[in-house]
């Protein structure tokens, strides 16, 4: 049998960023992977698709992106006269591919729902574990993802204020779901990226592109990240998976597919993904690879049927967009506030008080466009010294760096709360 030579080195078309070259054939093999290609059934902005109808791009579109964006940077840098060998370039370019492989389905929203663990700690642990499937040549791209490599800055390339995953997702963002003020000059900004003391830093040119940065990454959460009805959607989500997991764990038989019905029937942390526990043949982090989008779509499709009151009432909610309303509060809703309304809800809606809490959601959103504490970006002039962006610029970027704090409260529509 003769064996066709695959070649590996192919060329993508985005819609964001035009023709995306594939430089290694590592790139390539880690692409193909079923863990990377889970990424494709995972929205990359949640629910936000019910408010910004454009909004279904994928992981995996921008999982594609930030390689892009990560070979220009190599490419500056060099330029620049920084070392950066082959090796190197791959293994901080495998580095950014993997950044979001640990993400649970509709991204961050389920991120402490379905299992108690961050994405960022799964996404190593499959790192990992895809290491030991490519005999160990991963190893320095983790080094660079946990920032062990001795070459800090490029650590700072996969995560830091400047990284190519902030570039992408911003542009991207803005891209599908039309809302301009999330644009850009990403080409400008890698242009302006450089290296001072083993730190990502950016040139004196760059400080104005730097400054629309900001001010996009703040626009876009307050319209699109943290825009008041996606928080509605999101919360009910929270509340069905809430709803389904308790019933699940009391012994209710309730439809599932076999991949999220491992996830409702327990409760997972670390030690439990660490320890490689086995369940129907295969261990936690392979249940988990396997869960996305879809498990969670076909399950409150079917929900809505459920004879459990609560789960059919949250899942044909959000299943139709019968999204609860929401108020935006300067402060969080008082406990004294919080039991008049599970009062009304019991009264108007459920009949029941054990369970009214369901139908009515609270909590807070944050905005910091720029942590002045963390991360500093650092602005590098032609002599050689170096200023923080908020000294650098010769705009007030207080507003940037101030923590804005805003509480919600969803309710039922049909409730009358006066």
Not at 120 to 143: C, D, P, T, V, Y
Not at 166 to 171: G, M, S
Not at 315 to 336: D, E, G, H, M
Not at 354 to 383: P, Q, W
Request: hydrophobic share 40%; proline share 2%.
């Amino acid at each position: 049998m003769v064996h066709q030579q695959i070649n590996k080195k192919k060329i993508i078309n985005d819609p964001v960023l035009g023709f995306i070259n594939l430089q290694s054939e590592i790139i390539y093999d880690l692409i193909e992977h079923p863990i990377v290609q889970r990424l494709r059934n995972i929205k990359q902005l949640g629910l936000s698709y019910l408010v910004f109808p454009g909004a279904n791009h994928s992981r995996f579109e921008h999982a594609l992106g930030t390689i892009h964006l990560m070979r220009q940077a190599i490419a500056t840098l060099r330029i620049k006269g920084h070392e950066i060998n082959e090796e190197e370039a791959d293994a901080v370019t495998i580095a950014i591919l993997l950044h979001d492989i640990g993400h649970a389905p509709f991204s961050h929203v389920l991120e402490n729902t379905l299992v108690d663990i961050s994405h960022e700690e799964i996404s190593l642990l499959l790192m990992n574990q895809l290491n030991k499937h490519f005999e160990g040549k991963l190893s320095m791209a983790i080094e660079i993802f946990t920032n062990q490599y001795k070459k800090h800055f490029l650590h700072e390339l996969v995560s830091s204020q400047l990284d190519m995953d902030r570039l992408d997702y911003l542009n991207r963002d803005s891209f599908f779901t039309g809302v301009a003020e999330g644009t850009i000059g990403v080409e400008r900004i890698i242009k302006m990226l450089n290296v001072w003391n083993d730190k990502l830093v950016v040139d004196e040119k760059g400080i104005y592109s730097i400054e629309k940065f900001l001010i996009s990454r703040r626009l876009m959460y307050w319209q699109v990240y943290l825009h008041k009805t996606v928080v509605s959607a999101e919360s009910l989500l929270i509340n069905v998976l809430n709803r389904a997991k308790e019933l699940a764990l009391e012994g209710v038989s309730i439809y599932s597919t076999p991949t999220l019905k491992i996830f409702l029937n327990n409760k997972f942390t670390f030690n439990d993904f660490d320890k490689n526990i086995k369940i129907d043949g295969k261990n936690i982090l392979n249940w988990y690879s396997q869960l996305d989008d879809n498990d969670i779509f076909i399950s409150i499709k079917e929900w809505q049927n459920s004879k459990d009151p609560v789960l059919s009432k949250l899942a044909q909610s959000l299943n139709n967009r019968k999204l609860f309303k929401i108020q935006l509060l300067s402060n969080p809703v008082s406990k004294t506030n919080e039991e008049k309304i599970l009062k009304k809800i019991t009264e108007q809606i459920t009949d029941d008080s054990s369970i009214s809490r369901y139908f009515m959601m609270t909590g807070e959103i944050t905005n910091n466009a720029y942590d002045k504490h963390n991360e500093k970006i650092i602005v590098l002039n032609k002599n050689g010294k170096t200023k923080d962006m908020q000294q650098a610029s010769d705009i007030n970027l207080t507003a940037l760096t101030k923590t804005v704090r805003k509480y919600f409260l969803c309710f039922p529509k049909e409730l009358d709360i006066n």
